[in-house]
Nanobody, 123 residues
Framework: QAQLVESGGGLVQAGGSMRLSCVPS????????LGWFRQAPGKGREFVAG????????DYANFVKGRFIISRDNDKNTLYLQMNSLEPEDTAVYYC????????????????WGQGTQVTVSS
């Protein structure tokens, strides 16, 4: 079973920044589209951001546009999510995802999910 491992979560004050990272465990995801989803307490999982396997296309949910940046380093086999201007509403478990989807549509389903990392933004 292909695994994804997230890191970088924790507690931050509103207005602060945090960077999440994700690496695959024992495999290489350079040919996969990657993304981040999140799940807040009492809510369903929602798409946050996605990046194509080449890194040439990105997509963001409206609620993070202008604040979050998704990027990938295929040499380091690592996915990142830079989160700026964090708000208490961003408090959630953030999941790294991977899929062999091609094309520029980065939403929808993903085959591989990490265990998630907790991000808590205090007011």
């Amino acid at each position: 079973q292909a695994q994804l491992v997230e890191s970088g979560g924790g507690l931050v004050q509103a207005g602060g920044s945090m960077r999440l990272s994700c690496v695959p465990s024992g495999w290489n995801f350079r040919s996969y589209a990657l993304g981040w989803f999140r799940q807040a307490p009492g809510k369903g999982r929602e798409f946050v951001a996605g990046i194509s396997w080449t890194g040439g296309t990105t997509d963001y949910a409206n609620f993070v546009k202008g604040r979050f940046i998704i990027s990938r380093d295929n040499d380091k086999n690592t996915l990142y999510l830079q989160m700026n201007s964090l708000e208490p509403e961003d408090t959630a478990v953030y999941y790294c995802v991977a899929d062999r989807k091609t094309g520029n549509y980065l939403r929808g389903t993903y085959d591989y999910w990490g265990q998630g990392t907790q991000v808590t933004v205090s007011s």
